[in-house]
């Protein structure tokens, strides 16, 4: 799997944990964390984005169960792999070593500028 199919689905995984529910953060923050772990063990050093795409593609995703069920063993809002899985994938993806941030601006018609 290649870095730009891959990060769309990371990025959702921070959308929907950024919109959980307050009392499920925690969990979801612990088992988020968890596979962060878990990524730096598997990818070690330096890494690309490439390659941490490459992991997704190759492994998938169903490892992370098992550690966002140990994290929180009594939350199971916290194993909603999408969510979890996604967002420790966008997480650690800004420590790759090429990761670049990247303007989102959008370009406007004149006058329709924002104030």
Sequence with gaps: ???DEAIGLWREG???LARSEPADRPALERATGAIVDELRRR???RFTLQELASLYGE???EWCFDLAAR???GSPSAW??????GA???RYAREASDYRVIDRAV?????MEPE
Excluded at 80 to 85: E, F, G, M, Q, S
Excluded at 107 to 111: E, L, N, S
């Design 59 to 61: 492994a998938g995703t």
């Design 43 to 45: 990818l070690g050093g």
């Design 107 to 111: 370009a406007r018609p004149p006058g």
């Design 71 to 73: 994290a929180a063993p």
């Design 80 to 85: 909603d792999v999408p969510t979890v899985a």
């Design 1 to 3: 799997m290649r870095f």
């Design 88 to 90: 420790a994938f966008a």
């Design 14 to 16: 921070e959308r929907r």
